[in-house]
């Protein structure tokens, strides 16, 4: 198996998993954007949204908007950032929402994705807070 993300979703790839349910699996990106960015991707693999059977669009979109409100309750974001790369762009080719923490003047603006890096044991903390409202 190839994909990174299929390694994910086998647990034979390390992740900071915060949401977990039959079709889609939520997980920390390890350059976040923000603090708390997440990655949603459907277990099953598809490459891009093309792919997508249109069942998996409800349990998808519906993670997203979990994830979105979870950041809102614990994280005390303003806002989000829901996107998607589809080839162009696309790293991982296999599908992932992101979905972004965004406050008022946190200085993010138009493509240009800056990055960040978590200290050590601050990437357990933040999936501890987003898994509290999401999984337990
Ligand atoms: P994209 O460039 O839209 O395809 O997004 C792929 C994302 O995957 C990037 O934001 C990467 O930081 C993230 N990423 C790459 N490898 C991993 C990994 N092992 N665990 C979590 N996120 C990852």
Same mark, same amino acid.
């Given at each position: 198996m190839a994909c990174l993300f299929c390694k994910i979703v086998a647990g034979d790839e390390p992740a900071e998993v915060v949401l977990e349910d039959e079709h889609v699996l939520g997980f920390l990106d390890v350059? *976040? $954007?923000?603090? %708390?960015?997440t990655l949603l991707v459907p277990? #099953?693999? $598809?490459?891009t949204l093309l792919e997508l *059977? #249109? +069942?998996m669009t409800v349990p998808l979109f519906a993670a997203a908007r979990r994830a979105a409100a979870a950041m809102s309750s614990e994280? %005390?974001? &303003?806002g989000t950032f829901v996107a998607m790369n589809n $080839?162009?762009? &696309?790293? $991982? +080719?296999h599908l992932h929402v992101h979905v972004v923490p965004r406050t008022k003047g946190d200085g993010l603006r138009g493509f240009f994705w800056p990055r960040t890096r978590y200290a050590d044991g601050e990437a357990r903390e933040y999936r501890d807070r987003l898994r509290h409202a999401l999984v337990d």
């Open positions: 350059r *976040p $954007v923000f603090k %708390g960015h277990r #099953e693999h $598809v490459d *059977p #249109e +069942p994280l %005390g974001a &303003q $080839v162009v762009s &696309q790293s $991982v +080719p």
